[in-house]
């Protein structure tokens, strides 16, 4: 599964649009990391903790859109964009989204 | 009394976070510029199409996230900054540390796929407001492109 955020594809040909695929995950991490959190806001500096969940995050995000591009019978997701929103007070949510296509060498 | 104390409280929150702050950012500033200069080779650009050279280059998505924290007396000098309007430059270095702190991760994953170009870069911003109820919290930037990875020398 090629994932790209770029249109064209070097040496591909695209044969078939298959439509937009979207993944996403709401996550939280637990409080005590966000009581750590809270004292970082006196020190300032780098959340580590909150670097990393993202990061899961977005695997995850990725991961759920290369299977339902799959699930339609697509072997490259072009055009991918993510976004990000807090929802709720410690949760946020993230979203992958692109076209799923069809390639071909060419 | 009692508000003395309150007083005293604040004082000492503004000064913690005065000289941890600014150790914090004099720290990630040195580093920051240390790995561009270590960085520079890898050419990072918001072009959206890869040029013609590239044929034969595999495509892979790379990204770098950050989270950085605002420190107590950032957010305090932006209050009043909001009182008289005009640029809040403590949250512009916030913003500034964390979008290049991000490039430097997506370079540093686009070396470790062996690829010299990240094309079509871009970012993404958003503010973690974790139990800071009001002011930012923290911020959250992901940078992220399509890197272009060269074929084996043997193929």
């Not at chain 1, 695929?21 to 909150?50: C, P, W």
Request: aromatic share 8%; glycine share 8%; proline share 2%.
């Amino acid at each position: 599964m090629i994932i790209s955020n770029i249109e064209v594809i070097p040496n591909k040909r695209v044969v078939e649009h298959l439509g937009l695929v979207q993944g996403s995950t709401v996550r939280a991490k637990h409080a005590g990391k966000d009581i750590m959190a809270g004292f970082k806001n006196i020190f300032g500096g780098e959340l580590g903790a909150y670097t990393e969940l993202l990061q899961e995050s977005r695997e995850e995000a990725i991961k759920r859109m290369s299977e339902q591009a799959e699930a339609i019978g697509a072997n490259a997701v072009v055009n991918v964009r993510f976004s990000t929103s807090a929802i709720a007070a410690g949760a946020s949510e993230i979203l992958a989204y692109g076209t799923a296509v069809r390639v071909e060498d060419r | 009394m009692e508000s003395l104390i309150q007083l005293g409280f604040f004082i000492a929150l503004l000064s913690l976070g005065f000289f941890f702050g600014r150790r914090a950012e004099r720290k990630h500033y040195q580093s920051i510029i240390a790995r561009e200069d270590q960085y520079r080779n890898i050419v990072v650009t918001t072009e959206r199409l890869p040029s013609p050279e590239f044929l034969g280059h595999q495509t892979e998505l790379v990204a770098g996230n950050v989270v950085i924290s605002v420190d107590y007396f950032k957010v305090v000098v932006a209050g009043l900054r909001n009182l008289v309007g005009g640029r809040i430059r403590t949250y512009e270095s916030l913003l500034d540390r964390a979008r290049r702190e991000a490039i430097l991760r997506m370079q540093e994953n686009a070396l470790a796929l062996n690829a010299q170009y990240v094309i079509n870069m871009k970012f993404e911003t958003s503010r973690i407001s974790g139990n800071a109820g009001q002011g930012i919290g923290s911020v959250e930037v992901l940078a992220y492109g399509t890197a272009l990875v060269p074929p084996p020398l043997n193929a």
